[in-house]
């Protein structure tokens, strides 16, 4: 029942900002949440990943240009995008991992819920 909905995707000139939100119910956020990106032609990339205890990673295109930030009382997540560049145009989906138990005990996070996408456009 874990639903994720982006907004805030749109059309920017290079070197602009987009705001993307991701609104999540049914989640408990035991598991990392995080943004992916797809551009025609390309496959899904990873972009962006917040830990539930608030621990953020980027890959290399998203340093020191995007943040990446979550709201549990308001059940959001928020990936801030600044600098935009041509390369950055995509579909950006919200993601979140579900926590699967092991049959020892133990248990691994993997990404399973996806957004429905939302498309961030950058001219030059």
């Known amino acids: 029942q874990v639903q994720l909905v982006e907004s805030g995707g749109g059309s920017v000139q290079a070197g602009g900002s987009l705001k993307l939100s991701c609104l999540v119910s049914?989640?408990?956020?035991?598991?990392?949440m995080g943004w992916y990106r797809q551009a025609p032609g390309k496959e899904r990339e990873l972009v962006s990943s917040?830990?539930?205890?608030?621990?953020?990673t980027y890959e290399e295109p998203a340093k020191g240009r995007f943040t990446i930030s979550q709201d549990k009382a308001k059940n959001a997540l928020y990936l801030q995008m600044d600098s935009l560049s041509p390369d950055d145009t995509a579909v950006y989906y919200c993601a979140a991992e579900r926590r699967e138990p092991l049959r020892n005990g133990f248990f691994v996070c993997l990404w399973e819920y996806w957004g429905q996408g939302t498309q961030v456009t950058v001219s030059s």
């Open positions: 049914g989640y408990n956020f035991d598991c990392a």
């Open positions: 917040i830990s539930s205890v608030g621990i953020a």
